[in-house]
């Protein structure tokens, strides 16, 4: 999907429980990974809930602990942390690898499929989404996460 020229990376969001946030990814229309938050947040805590439905611009950070980790987990393949930007209360919220949504602290955990509440197959997910994203922001594409509470 085109939104004025930025692909649009779609995140919909199909079990809203009081625990946990489950979802899926699409990118050109296809499904390319299940998807891992919080709960939707209360007023008081919203840096451990599940992001606000909107759009989102994506970017690369390259700083931060959070590359610094992944750096040294993937090495010269991994070139920066793809980051959800303009959420409000939280300065810097990526895709990540995890499989409990208790961990993800506002930061969206992306995986292949779920058993229960927790994610499964979360760093190949994460790679094969990385690829796709990382060519398209380094090609000076500009990708827009569309997030839909169903």
Do not use: C
Not at 34 to 40: A, D, F, H, R, S
Not at 106 to 112: A, F, K, P, R, T
Not at 113 to 122: M, P
């Amino acid at each position: 999907m085109d939104l004025n020229g930025k692909k649009v990376l779609t995140l919909e969001r199909e079990l809203l429980s009081d625990n946990f946030t489950q979802g899926r990814l699409l990118w050109n229309d296809k499904e390319v990974g299940k998807t891992l938050e919080g709960p939707i947040p209360s007023p008081s805590i919203p840096e451990r809930g599940a992001i606000p439905e909107g759009d989102y611009a994506l970017g690369l950070r390259l700083e931060g602990g959070q590359h610094t980790s992944y750096r040294f987990r993937f090495g010269n393949w991994h070139r920066g942390m793809i980051q959800i930007q303009g959420v409000e209360e939280i300065p810097y919220v990526y895709f990540l690898i995890g499989n409990e949504a208790g961990l993800s602290y506002g930061n969206v955990l992306i995986g292949q499929g779920f058993h229960e509440e927790n994610l499964l197959g979360s760093e190949e997910a994460y790679q094969g989404l990385y690829e796709e994203l990382v060519g398209e922001l380094e090609n000076g594409g500009e990708v827009v996460l569309r997030i839909n509470n169903n």
